[in-house]
Antibody, heavy 116, light 112 residues
Framework: EVQLLESGGGLVQPGGSLRLSCAASGFTFRIYDMSWVRQAPGQGLEWVSSIRGGGPERFYADSVKGRFTISRDNSKNTLYLQMNSLRPEDTAVYYC?????????WGQGTLVTVSS | DVVMTQSPLSLPVTLGQPASISCRSTQSLVYSDGYTYLSWFLQRPGQSPRRLIYLVSRRDSGVPDRFSGSGSGTDFTLKISRVEAEDVGLYYCFQGAHWPLTFGGGTRVEIK
């Protein structure tokens, strides 16, 4: 059974940083593309970033480009999202998701709140 | 960016009756490999999204056959043949053919 477990969310001041982690199990992590998707309170889904399974390619939404960095450690079956220069509009539940063009399984999400 | 427009925004349905959700994209979702990257997700209240349909019409494992997807190019439809109580929630279409990847705004299905 595929499991994706996010962690690292919390309350941070504007301009601050957070690092989200997603521990993956139940599938061969290293061969899968992975993504982050977020959902602001009461809003819809927004794709944030993706990373290829077998190569260095990374993709970002314009709203986070230059501030967020996606990475992975295939030896630890873990996906990361380093978030810098956080803004109030980044407040959302952040979901780790398996896949890229065909997003399939989702984690339970971790809440990031950017507020002073 | 490819804009995904869903309609209706809200869909009150009687139990046992059919329901239909439309999703239209501003560009064709046919990718260079010939596949059409259109998926449907259901987000039940308080839960993470769950994929129901991928590549327009392929149903995920464990998804009841009352759910079906159809369409081509820029015009897609999710149909529920007979709505059950567990079908309540937000439905999103999603395109994986173009950067940035984008979701529709969501359709809320509720029981009358």
């Amino acid at each position: 059974e595929v499991q994706l477990l996010e962690s690292g969310g919390g309350l941070v001041q504007p301009g601050g940083s957070l690092r989200l982690s997603c521990a993956a199990s139940g599938f061969t992590f290293r061969i899968y593309d992975m993504s982050w998707v977020r959902q602001a309170p009461g809003q819809g889904l927004e794709w944030v970033s993706s990373i290829r399974g077998g190569g260095p390619e990374r993709f970002y939404a314009d709203s986070v480009k230059g501030r967020f960095t996606i990475s992975r450690d295939n030896s630890k079956n873990t996906l990361y999202l380093q978030m810098n220069s956080l803004r109030p509009e980044d407040t959302a539940v952040y979901y780790c998701a398996q896949g890229l063009r065909l997003i399939e399984n989702w984690g339970q999400g971790t809440l990031v709140t950017v507020s002073s | 960016d490819v804009v995904m427009t869903q309609s209706p925004l809200s869909l009150p349905v009687t139990l046992g009756q059919p329901a239909s959700i439309s999703c239209r994209s501003t560009q064709s979702l046919v990718y260079s490999d010939g596949y059409t990257y259109l998926s449907w997700f259901l987000q039940r209240p308080g839960q993470s999204p769950r994929r129901l349909i991928y590549l327009v019409s392929r149903r995920d494992s464990g998804v009841p056959d009352r759910f079906s997807g159809s369409g081509s190019g820029t015009d897609f439809t999710l149909k529920i043949s007979r709505v059950e109580a567990e079908d309540v929630g937000l439905y999103y279409c999603f395109q994986g053919a173009h950067w940035p990847l984008t979701f529709g705004g969501g359709t809320r299905v509720e029981i009358k």
